[in-house]
């Protein structure tokens, strides 16, 4: 396949793609979000400068970037967006999927006229830094490389009307729970081990994971309260289980022994959970707290360390649309442009994994593009990396933009009729 009619092809997706998700809008506002997905591919880059210059309009690029920039800061369109990424993430769910959360972080240490500016945890960095919250929640089967964004949320505590964090994350997770049909398992790290977070899944019939820290009291013999540490000690580890993990892009095989035992929360006591306990990742054993049936599998503290495991693609997602869009380096001003380019790259994330990445119609088109980013080996589990390239090489070339541009020839106006 030549590279025009390559282009042609991943023009006419993109453009069905927003038609889609856009039909309840203006035309000047699918316009605009249909030139957004374009150009944030184009350019690799979410500076809206670069953005501009990937639709080769023939006006004034000032003009372009004014336009873009006026209609990111009109109105909030992220929950719109986010409403729409869900319905189209439900089509293509399964039952048993993994939902998995975490919350994300952009910093921007120094940034001063940035509206809504807020302290947040820099953990690359392990230290307390200027810039947003990030609540991203990405469907994954714990047997299959593909994996579905379903929702993405910028938010600011100091922004006006925020409430609480934890009333965030429960929007997310429930939204995304009635994405999968209520069939999802939700996956959380430590974040998680929250009253707030733990006891409405248990009242919405939520099925979880959640890694907790070890010292939450729980029933163990009906009126005993002892701690989550002193029931991992005494339960019995009898599944042995080895585990390879990429870390650094460098493989890594744990021999890991897994068990479970059956407890009760205080703050629900009629209902059974199970706290599974895994030792071998490093000092201190792992635990995770779950509502899933232990008939659901054979070996079920093997089926829940797969669930756990899925979690981590969340934290690839973010690495890769941080590396691969340069989402730390978004330069709009306005609270409203920055969550609305936050929900606009989850969309071009679910593009890439479902509409290219995932269809078997597209697999020529995928096959295509993979070449296109001219890897020296072949393309990895996580392929995404290697598509964005693709599609970028491709785009960057391209001199028509979206739109074919139409060249008016000016008309002689003043004849002499001899």
Not at 104 to 116: L, N, Q, R, S, Y
Not at 140 to 152: E, F, M, Q, R
Not at 218 to 239: F, H, P, Q, R, Y
Not at 273 to 287: C, K, M, T
């Amino acid at each position: 396949m030549n590279d025009s009619k390559l282009a042609g092809k991943l023009k006419a997706q993109i453009k069905r793609f927003s038609t889609r998700l856009t039909q309840d809008l203006t035309k000047p506002q699918r316009r605009f979000i249909t030139e957004m997905l374009y150009g944030i591919q184009a350019s690799k880059d979410v500076k809206v400068s670069n953005i501009s210059r990937s639709l080769n309009e023939l006006i004034p690029l000032i003009k372009t970037e004014n336009r873009l920039c006026r209609n990111l800061s009109s109105f909030d369109f992220s929950c719109y967006l986010n409403e729409k990424l869900g319905e189209q993430a439900g089509q293509v769910l399964t039952d048993d999927v993994v939902l998995a959360v975490d919350l994300g972080d952009i910093c921007k240490p120094f940034a001063k006229k940035m509206e809504h500016l807020a302290l947040v945890y820099d953990g690359s960095k392990g230290k307390v830094r200027k810039g947003y919250c990030l609540c991203q929640i990405v469907a994954a089967h714990p047997h299959s490389d593909h994996i579905v964004p379903v929702y993405g949320e910028l938010f600011s505590t100091e922004a006006e009307g925020f409430l609480s964090q934890n009333i965030t994350l429960r929007k997310a997770i429930f939204s995304a729970w009635e994405t999968s049909h209520r069939s999802g398992i939700v996956a959380i790290d430590r974040g998680g081990d929250r009253r707030e977070i733990l006891v409405p899944l248990l009242d919405r019939g939520v099925r979880f994971v959640i890694r907790m820290r070890g010292d939450r009291k729980v029933l163990l013999n009906g009126k005993e309260l002892i701690s989550m540490s002193k029931v991992a000690e005494a339960c019995l580890l009898d599944t042995q289980r080895a585990v390879t993990i990429s870390r650094n892009e460098r493989l890594k095989t744990f021999n890991l022994r897994v068990g479970f035992v059956p407890i009760r929360l205080r703050e629900r006591p009629d209902q059974w959970v199970n706290l599974v306990v895994i030792e071998g990742f490093g000092e201190r054993p792992v635990l995770l707290l779950t509502n899933v049936s232990v008939a659901a599998r054979d070996s079920f503290g093997s089926w829940i360390l797969e669930i756990y495991l899925t979690r981590w693609k969340c934290e690839e997602t973010y690495r890769f649309l941080k590396q691969s869009y340069q989402l730390e380096d978004v330069r709009v001003r306005g609270y409203y442009a920055l969550k609305n380019i936050y929900a606009l790259v989850n969309l071009v994330m679910f593009f890439l994994c479902v509409v290219i990445g995932s269809r078997q119609k597209m697999r020529m088109v995928y096959t295509s593009l993979c070449e296109q980013a001219r890897r020296f080996f072949e393309v990895g589990p996580f392929y995404h990396y290697a598509l964005a390239d693709g599609i970028y090489r491709l785009l960057f070339r391209n001199r028509t933009g979206l739109l074919p541009q139409k060249v008016t020839i000016p008309k002689y106006q003043l004849v002499l009729n001899l």
